[in-house]
């Protein structure tokens, strides 16, 4: 343990020890306390002159930040404020959270973290993280040898590449990272000194990033190819070798590099991809609550995937398993599920079909009868009008995609039309959830990637189930280091999405919300870690061999963001 980082306490230990002093110990985020230092910790550590003389209380400090929260005017402004408060103070950081989940999900995470990320330059102020740039090449292991580094146990890497649905903002593309941590932490409780955000600065081909004169990344087009994969490599080899247990999660890279990465290195460490399998399990557990107010089991549900990406195909690959656990061949499973890129329905011999995507696939047989449009490829609508669609999905960051002439043609041959318009963040949505409802006359069951206000229909307020990530990846993560995983299998990702899907509250009123509520989310967390817990002990990869235990376990591990009293190392 180095002087510059704190002895962190062990579980059910209240006193933190620290050998920082001063202005080293108050410009430390993670020790910081601001005015909560109490009279006798200032006298200890030397920080009387530093600080005002009022001692408050965490309970004080969270009112002021909220305080000034509700004074700025608009969503970017308040997350530059939070960013700021994380490198402050990161205990505030996230009681602040803690006590107002519902509102500032929206302002850490998405959408607002699209914004941060396209403006990250601007907003850059203190080290947060690991820029690991190409010209570093030769210096990762140095750079991950530092002891600050000890106790870290999770990292979340992107390469910027593909941000949400803004395309390459390089090295700004350090948001995600940064936010997808932050979560782990506040919503299910991993301490944030285990949490480790990674941006690999291999360049960018945006070329108003290029041109930018404050843009703070490697000003330079991207590395691709050989080079970028041997990096990649190094990277992985130089973590492996640091961390030889640690849980790293791929974020937002470019579809074709983030399937096949997790391809290559799953079977080599603990390792899963949140755009890939995160987004299929929450995507599957909003399924099965909305199949389950439709009284139509998922195996006789006909579903679209509008973008079969690495999301599309992830979301693919979850649901014909489940239809399999369901009493379906993998064929039958397969004639369920229609998929789509950018030029059309995915058919044999169609345009821009990419080898991964050749199993959703669709033969021409298959279309025989169907009544068309004509043109080249086979459109949205051509298919809901001949295949009676029941269940829709967007990954496709196409605003305005699910058009009315689409979504009434859906809802003319079922009750209860399901449509999930998914892209993030809110402007590049399929659709809006009013518009949905206006279609459908109030009868569709949404879920969306972004938060949305719910709707009036009828005079009633219909609210919206955010199908979000942020269900599911905490909780795997906690899950994952608890029961100390060596690797992440499909099961566990299965169980992930079942565990979530308990949870919804439509089980008990089919008109309920198909999801819990965000303010929920820390109670999710620990359910879906028990969940893939209990999975990883069953397929034999976990750890640990007591899954009576786990629950205590995971309490045990489970940080909460309060102060410590503090005591001086000499």
């Not at 990320?117 to 190409?134: A, K, N, T, V």
Request: charged share 20%; with cysteine.
């Amino acid at each position: 343990m180095s002087a510059e980082s704190p002895a962190p306490p062990t579980p059910n230990e209240n006193v933190l020890r620290t050998r920082l002093s001063g202005v080293d110990l108050l410009l430390n985020p993670r020790l910081n306390k601001g005015t909560a230092f109490t009279e006798e910790e200032r006298d200890s550590f030397a920080l009387h002159g530093l600080l005002p003389p009022h001692i408050g209380t965490l309970e004080d400090q969270r009112e002021r930040r909220k305080l000034a929260l509700d004074h700025r005017d608009t969503p970017f402004g308040k997350y530059n404020l939070m960013r700021d408060l994380q490198d402050t103070n990161e205990t505030l950081f996230y009681s602040l959270i803690a006590h107002n989940i519902e509102e500032l999900l929206p302002i850490v995470y998405t959408p607002v973290v699209g914004e941060g990320c396209r403006r990250f330059s601007e907003i850059w102020r203190h080290p947060r993280g690991l820029f690991i740039s190409y010209p570093n090449k030769h210096r990762i292991r140095q750079i991950l040898a530092d002891a600050r580094y000890d106790d870290v146990r999770c990292i979340v890497v992107s390469d910027g590449e593909r941000i949400l649905g803004l395309g390459d903002q390089g090295a700004g593309g350090m948001g995600i990272p940064i936010g997808k941590m932050a979560l782990y932490t506040a919503l299910a409780g991993i301490p944030p000194e285990h949490c480790l955000p990674v941006l690999l600065d291999v360049g960018t081909d945006n070329e108003a990033l290029l041109e930018d004169p404050i843009y703070i990344g490697w000003q330079h087009h991207r590395v691709r190819g050989r080079e970028y994969d041997d990096f990649v490599e190094a990277f992985v080899s130089a973590v492996e070798l640091r961390w030889p247990h640690i849980l790293l999660q791929w974020e937002d890279f470019a579809g074709v590099n983030a399937q096949r990465f997790l391809d290559h290195y799953r079977d080599r460490l603990c390792t899963f991809n949140d755009d890939i399998q995160g987004t299929a399990a929450v995507t599957t557990a909003t399924l099965l609550a909305a199949v389950n107010s439709t009284g139509i089991p998922l195996k006789e549900q006909t579903i679209a995937l509008f973008g079969s990406g690495s999301a599309g195909a992830g979301i693919a690959n979850l649901l014909l398993a489940a239809m399999q656990q369901e009493g379906l061949t993998e064929a039958q499973a397969r004639s369920r599920i229609y998929a789509f890129n950018r030029y059309g329905l995915l058919i044999e011999g169609g345009r821009g079909i990419r080898d991964k995507q050749l199993p959703l696939t669709r033969k021409k047989a298959d279309l025989e009868g169907w009544q068309l449009s004509g043109g080249k490829d086979i459109s949205l609508l051509d298919l809901v009008r001949n295949a009676k669609l029941t269940a829709l999905v967007g990954t496709s960051a196409q605003p305005g995609a699910f058009t009315e002439d689409i979504v009434r043609e859906m809802a003319g041959h079922t009750s209860r039309p399901i449509i999930f318009p998914l892209s993030n963040p809110t402007s590049c949505a399929e659709a809006t959830p009013a518009d949905l409802l206006h279609w459908t006359d109030g009868r569709a069951l949404i879920g969306t990637g972004s938060p949305f206000a719910p709707v009036v229909v009828n005079g009633k307020l219909i609210p919206i189930a955010q199908t979000n990530n942020s269900y599911v990846f905490p909780g795997l993560a906690l899950g994952i280091l608890v029961s100390r995983a060596r690797r992440v299998t499909d099961a566990m990702i299965m169980a992930a999405a079942k565990a979530l899907a308990l949870l919804s509250p439509a089980r008990e009123d089919k008109n309920a919300p198909l999801l819990p509520p965000i303010a929920d989310s820390r109670h999710v967390s620990l359910f879906v870690a028990e969940a893939v817990a209990q999975q990883a002990i069953s397929d034999a990869v976990a750890a640990i061999s007591d899954a009576a235990t786990l629950d205590a376990q995971l309490r045990a591990y489970v940080w909460d963001p309060v102060y410590l009293p503090y005591e001086r190392i000499s």
